[in-house]
């Protein structure tokens, strides 16, 4: 558990100021925030590696506001990781259980058990400098890990990967959380990872904690407009995909079934922009594998386009040209049918 | 065809840099080649069993160790404090650091008396103790150091400034104190910076003259009393003239050359620790 | 509690490694403050009036000016070659070069007597053509030269390469000549490298005593037979005592840290040309 | 005019061979090639920049090969322009003409126009690195052509600018063409540019030319994956647009005409990719703007998904989940219906 209470930091240039979070022990917190917005050195200050103006910390009830880093028991993985050059992967991985003078025999152990939980036994023996950035990422994680944190630190861990890599770390950090069980800080500007990764969801706007609340709770209230921007911007579910032959799925969402064109099975998140649906007034038979009859529940103007909320229910929002909207004499309470391919969903 | 289109490559701006770069190139080389092979083997090692030959040679090496551990052991941990902390003033600080490359080297003979005189300040102070600086080892080894420190305060703190300070953040993290971050990460990754910045002051220490020649002239070594080698040379110089000079000069300037290329080889390969 | 905040920021390390590099700046800094302090103005104003030490100052300063003026004019161009070209054995030549820097004073006087000695070589050839080197202008000039060139060559060279070498080929698309090219883009782009490393070459140039006292002890300048100011303090000291070659040497200090400071603050702050 | 022969370079690694490019006076000529290609070294080696093992390069039918970079008549722009940090914005314009020794009323006059021609005139004052990136690729062309190059050299000259930057610039770009009458050699990654600009597209591949032609004629019949592979990502279509209300426009594509979101008018390509076009068996009505009639003429399997050519003409491909293409029982012949919304187009 991590209490952190009206903390404020100096970003030379702007403040950090009033800044209250409260994680949960074995909980994984997402701080959301614009790129710039001094997220970074939050996690350096609750590390004590930066200095504070104001405000305190406490880990497991302990107050650790005047304790140097080594002694917070707070662990810290850096967005490009910034493994040690000049040791081996194995000799990262060990550093700091020599660091606090474990007995050998015990550090062989912790390392490779660390090891194998990340699946690195073969790069035990590897130069840091010559591993991808997947494998970086996962030698960071382990190295911070091994020594037992009560919180872990996360600046950025996907953002330098390539969307591949990016999705199989994004699955192993949520897995290591779960067997772990560490509470976990983890700081972003992607809405995708706070949604997909996030207990709960801090979003930081202006050097201030705007909300906090669950991701669903932050995306449906956003007070916000880089939240809220980016809400318009999508139809997101949480839903249990389940198999329907390879690379395809059933992901029911809560009332009705869609598929998707996938290999993830389990919980999952979906997402489908608001352009990628179309609306009709009569059902029709096409190559499109999700049609939903709905009603219309909500029009916005915006200029060239409409926006149209159409309750299945879950709510779909759905982006259509004034003349369309005009044209099919779209209104609200009016029954229509919505349609989207199986191509047009984005699973997380 | 080929031909024409190799020389088109030497355009005049090339050539006439060129020239007046080989002219620069050969001022520097031509003493030095000249100077290291105009003695004989023989004559060599003739000059190198005198025993006032000697015994400077030893004097002036064990010397510039000396400068040069010293040297290290309070110059590196200002070197990372000027590359890790601002304050106000920093650049004149680091200005001044540099100061003894600029005045002559006599005058900071003279400087060095003023504060290391058995009748000043610091001199009387530790002459007390026991330990006087005018002709005697101490002398020029504080001679040596404070003209030659500054190569090393200068290299070792752009050594230092190239180690990410994340690095020492994520091992403090990791439950290291500051001492073991010094000594296990930012010491070794900036290994290298250290060594070729002390290759740079043992090479400035074992050359200097002027300020040697005010501090300490000639000093108990081994049981007999010699000069440094550069003092050596001086006065075999202009007691017998160039000839006498030569054989030592010789010595000394091969000496020099290939520690210093031997060292500098060994700085410039040994990437890790 | 913001006491105990403060506080805590200076850990063990900080404390330890502050206190050694406080002697280490103490010990650098000192002698060079104790001795500008010590002599009285009207002292040193009736000093620099003696025809002795102000032709020696002004000699001093002006063979240093014209050995940094000749040294721009042959290493700026190897600077820059050495900048744009790769050739087998570059790394060697590039230690060669910096081979100055190592080689005792005294020694490199001698090496340069036997290539610029009246009967030697150079000096034969120059010779006929009625230049001399020993005992005159042109061979304190030289001596400063061979021990100061390389700060200016290394500067020279790290600033050329800091240039993006595609802003001399887009200049040359747009039809400049290579010389042109040179003057109008890199050049100008170099500049700063070039200054300062030209303040350093001119620092190391006017405190140079070993190989000048070799090669060009008593020079004749302005009608008077003046020694360059390093050899000056030192001849007073061996001959007269402290008391008496303190005001020069306080002189040329002042005069050698007031002209650094001035030029160094000019190379950092003239970004442009 | 400018003739490549048998040009031959070391990359340093690999060779660039046996490279032939033939490029009409005026004619606006783009070298295609993935990444790491050796494009800009290719600039380089015809600007005389960058020594060649063999082969000539003739500019309007006068060998060039031995003669210095400033005798040739070629200017090159890099794609981080690489302005002259210490001159002014005017004086970087100014430095070719005075490199050339024209009168200073002269310089003056050619720099005066030249600023004009891009729209730059308030800029000239300026120290370009202050610059945004589109002002200084205008500074850097306007550098290069106030000398009145034979051929222009571009280097990626779009790919360093954010999208919006990027669309305007590739309109000066063409417009620039149009009224200098400039020969232009221009390399770039994007197929999009290639197609929206290149009057014939060379496409480099493992250091060899391995096609030249129109951009329809590459797209249409490739002969190397990396342009096979584009192709089929997406439909690509040349056409005449028309206004139809603000941010609107109908596109003639040739036989049909599509709707589509965008302020451009005039000849445009469009592109829309195969996953946003449904097929169905009867016609119907919805919010989709664009639907037309047409036959199916192939079905590639590709596992879970089948590309479907739909001929209505022109061709249009669409891709569909295996079960949509059995359910509606798809096949070679049958007459369908394609739609697609407007929002789904890309204007360029």
Redesign the interface.
Same mark, same amino acid.
């Given at each position: 558990m991590i209490e952190v209470r009206g903390l404020k930091v100096d970003l030379g240039g702007f403040l950090l100021r009033d800044i209250d979070l409260h994680v949960e022990p074995g909980e994984y917190f997402i701080v959301l925030g614009p790129t710039g917005a001094g997220k970074t050195v939050l996690l350096?200050a609750i590390?004590?590696?930066y200095?504070v103006l104001a405000g305190t910390v406490s880990v497991n009830g302990r107050d650790v506001t005047?304790l140097?880093?080594?002694q917070?028991g707070?662990?810290?993985v850096?967005q490009d990781q910034?493994l040690?050059?000049?040791l081996s992967v194995e000799q990262n991985i060990a550093?700091?259980l020599k660091?606090?003078k474990r007995p050998g025999q015990q550090i062989q152990a912790s390392v490779t058990r660390m090891a194998q939980v990340f699946g690195i036994v073969d790069l035990l023996g590897r130069d840091p400098t010559t591993l991808s950035g997947g494998e970086k990422q996962k030698v960071a994680l382990a190295?911070?890990l091994v020594?037992e944190?009560a919180v872990l630190l996360l600046d950025e861990p996907l953002s330098a990967l390539d969307p591949e890599t990016k999705e199989r770390m994004q699955q192993q950090l949520a897995e290591v959380h779960r067997c772990l069980r560490v509470t976990v800080i983890h700081v972003t500007h992607d809405f995708e990872e706070a949604i997909a990764l996030g207990n709960r969801v801090a979003v930081i706007n202006e050097g201030q904690i705007a909300q906090v609340g669950t991701p669903e709770d932050v995306l449906r209230r956003p007070n916000s407009e880089f939240v809220a921007r980016f809400a318009l911007s999508r139809n997101l579910f949480t839903g249990e995909a389940t198999e329907l032959?390879?690379?395809?799925a059933m992901v029911d969402i809560g009332g009705i079934q869609i598929?998707a064109?996938t290999d993830a099975r389990g919980q999952v998140h979906v997402s489908l922009r608001p352009?990628?649906v179309?609306?009709?007034?009569?059902p029709? *038979?096409?190559?499109?594998?999700n049609s939903f009859a709905g009603t219309i529940t909500e029009l916005v103007d915006r200029? &060239?386009?409409v926006n149209v909320t159409v309750t299945v229910p879950p709510d779909f929002i759905?982006?259509?040209?004034r *003349?369309?909207?005009a044209e099919?004499d779209?209104r609200k309470g009016a029954r229509v049918w919505i349609?989207f391919? &199986?191509?047009?969903i984005h699973v997380f | 065809m080929t031909g024409i289109q190799r020389w088109r490559r030497l355009d005049r701006l090339t050539l006439v840099f060129g020239l007046l770069a080989l002219l620069m190139a050969l001022f520097i080389l031509l003493p030095v080649v000249k100077t290291s092979t105009s003695s004989s083997p023989t004559t060599l090692w003739d000059t190198l069993r005198e025993s006032e030959v000697y015994s400077s040679i030893l004097l002036t090496m064990y010397a510039g160790l000396l400068a040069t551990v010293v040297g290290l052991l309070l110059g590196v941990p200002l070197a990372y404090l000027l590359a890790r902390h601002d304050f106000r003033g920093k650049r004149l600080f680091e200005g001044l650091i540099d100061v003894p490359i600029v005045i002559p080297h006599s005058a900071a003979g003279i400087a060095l008396l003023f504060v290391f005189g058995r009748q000043f300040f610091m001199g009387k102070l530790l002459g007390h103790a026991g330990i006087t600086f005018v002709d005697t080892l101490a002398g020029v080894v504080i001679a040596m150091m404070f003209v030659s420190v500054p190569f090393l305060i200068d290299s070792a703190r752009d050594g230092f400034k190239s180690v990410?300070v994340?690095?020492e953040?994520?091992?403090?993290?990791?439950?290291?104190?500051p001492f073991?971050v010094f000594f296990?990460?930012t010491l070794?990754?900036a290994w290298r910076s250290i060594f070729s910045g002390s290759v740079m002051m043992w090479a400035r220490a074992v050359s200097e003259f002027g300020a040697v020649l005010i501090l300490a002239y000639h000093v108990p070594f081994l049981g007999e009393h010699p000069t440094v080698a550069p003092i050596l040379v001086a006065d075999r110089f202009s007691c017998f003239g160039l000839d006498y000079a030569r054989p030592v000069a010789v010595l000394v300037i091969l000496i020099s050359l290939i520690a210093f290329v031997a060292l500098r080889t060994l700085a410039l390969r040994g990437q890790?620790?």
């Open positions: 350096e590390a004590g590696l200095p005047h140097k880093p080594e917070r707070i662990a810290i850096y910034v040690f050059p000049h550093f700091g660091s606090i190295r911070a020594t944190p032959g390879a690379g395809q598929m064109l352009e990628d179309f609306i009709s007034t009569e029709f *038979q096409s190559t499109a594998r200029g &060239a386009v759905c982006l259509v040209t *003349q369309a909207a099919l779209l349609t391919k &199986a191509s047009a | 990410d994340r690095l953040k994520v091992a403090r993290t990791l439950g290291a104190s073991r296990h990460v070794p990754l890790r620790t």
